[in-house]
């Protein structure tokens, strides 16, 4: 095998912890039962890397083997690296007809033609997600499998999830997206996380929501009851009503696990206090970032537990509401409060 082969088994290798090596070469399907009976899987993994390359020599496996462990590694942990959404547009009329081979054949061959060396190779998996693996070259240097872009496309959606894409290649493959699924445009979805499995359940709506009812209909009246012939009764709607505001804000528990929501301010000082501030004719700049392991989760219990008072802001609910975790709060003139805005940064 050649030095790419072997740097990027490798990496493959060296990411998985011990216990997982010998399921992840059985889906591998390249080496014999004997061979991987063979390898000792509680050795150190510079040990268990010089065995399974060995082992390929022996069989006489090549890059293409190699890349194709690498593809099943991460779709068996999509959970990895950074993945951006992005949204597509301005569908034709015969989009809802396109087919996998019919996608595969027009993606490829857009990119073989605008770029003489690439390496692509695709994947259908069980949940009918669409896995893309492109190494990149050009028309002097041959494709480095050491940084390959992913892609992740469910036919017939309007979504598709990026990873490890550089910004010289970002044209051509919007192109080839775009041309492959039969759309006229494609455009930044605003919402970027290190869970692959969050972003599709955001944005396909694969997690329990909840939809407004009598109940949360009326938060500002209920609010204003100054007494309750039961105060434990009193107490239990308005936690109900909690309950209810948060679930409809950001869907049951577990929500989708996003880690962060950033929000870039670019707007004007507003009060009378202070004329310094508010003559001035830039901006205010500045970013504000939520953090948390699940933050859909850790906003839902702050409503519910009443540490943030509702209504929720739908600066917090279009996290959900509009599937993205990056916004730009601008002005929208004179005397008009700052509101989420869809600009791309």
Known sequence: ?????????????????????????????????????????????????????????????????????????????????????????????????????????????????????????????????????IAWGDNFSKPNHL??????????????????????????????????????????????????????????????????????RIPQERNTLSSHPCIGKEHSDHEEMRHQMSCEAFGHSPSPKLETAVYRLETRYRGNGNHTLSDREEFFRGVVRFSSSSLLDSLRHCVASGMAEGPVTPLLSAITQRGRNYFVITDKGPGVSSQASAQRA
Request: hydrophobic share 40%; charged share 25%.
């Open 147 to 216: 940084k390959p872009t992913y892609v992740v496309h469910h036919l017939h959606t309007s979504y598709v999830f990026i990873s490890n894409l550089m910004a010289k290649h970002k044209i051509f493959l919007c192109q080839a997206l775009v041309i492959a699924t039969k759309h006229g445009s494609i455009k930044d979805g605003h919402l970027s996380t290190r869970s692959l499995t969050a972003m599709r359940d955001l944005l396909l709506r694969r997690y329990q929501q909840a939809f407004p009812n009598a109940h949360s």
């Open 1 to 133: 095998m050649d030095a790419q082969a072997t740097s990027v088994l490798n990496r493959i290798i060296r990411r998985i912890p011990n216990k997982n090596i010998e399921n992840l070469l059985k889906k591998w399907n390249s080496l014999s039962a004997d061979q991987l009976r063979a390898l000792d899987y509680t050795r150190p993994k510079w040990m268990i890397v010089e065995h399974v390359l060995s082992f390929c020599e022996e069989n006489r496996l090549n890059l293409k083997h190699i890349t194709n462990l690498e593809m099943i590694y991460h779709i068996e942990n999509p959970d990895q690296g950074t993945w951006h959404a992005c949204q597509f547009a301005e569908a034709q009329d015969d989009a809802v007809c396109v087919e996998l081979t019919q996608f595969k054949e027009q993606f490829k061959a857009h990119l073989h033609g605008v770029i003489r060396h690439i390496s692509i190779k695709m994947k259908k998996h069980e949940d009918e997600a669409i896995w893309i693996r």
